[in-house]
């Protein structure tokens, strides 16, 4: 018992020098709850977060909308996104297709149901109100290192493929 109280006291000591891991947490804690006041704003409309964003994704990405271009701007393995739009086919948000000319090739589009649930979810204040603490100079710079450490962890990560984290790319 003497030695988990040293042990943790060391760690303690660590973290509360180690400014960049402190830093990482304070992300993870802001995502974490961030995520959880989404979710709950959510719920009464029948949609996940991960749900709306990929509505957000296929509704920037329009009529070429495919499962890979799909996987590629929310930076999501190809599977996820497959298993992601089954859901959301099964609810009702989505429909998936062959394209005409390449019959190999789905197509993914937003049914009404989808484009009504997306229009509840784009009115709702959350993000609006959370972000109104920063300044416009603020938010620019905040988008700016976001997407700097973004690209770094994708770096890390030797991600191979071709990356457009949409929203970050309209900033």
Do not use: C
Request: charged content about 30%; glycine content about 4%; hydrophobic content about 35%.
């Amino acid at each position: 018992m003497a030695d988990d109280k040293d042990l943790i006291e060391t760690v303690r000591n660590v973290l509360s020098k180690d400014k960049n891991y402190m830093l990482w947490w304070l992300i993870q804690q802001a995502k974490s709850e961030w995520e959880t006041l989404r979710e709950r704003e959510l719920r009464p409309h029948g949609a996940t977060m991960t749900q709306v964003s990929v509505l957000f994704i296929i509704m920037l990405i329009g009529d070429e909308a495919t499962p890979a271009e799909i996987s590629r701007r929310t930076l999501r393995e190809p599977h996820s996104v497959s298993r992601i739009l089954d859901r959301m086919e099964k609810a009702g948000l989505i429909k998936k297709g062959n394209d005409l000319p390449q019959k190999n090739l789905v197509r993914v589009r937003i049914t009404d149901k989808g484009r009504g649930i997306y229009r509840q979810a784009t009115r709702m204040n959350s993000i609006n109100r959370v972000l109104s603490v920063l300044s416009e100079e603020e938010r620019e710079q905040l988008s700016k290192y976001l997407r700097k450490i973004l690209v770094r962890v994708l770096e890390e990560q030797g991600t191979p493929r071709r990356v457009k984290p949409y929203p970050l790319s309209h900033l």
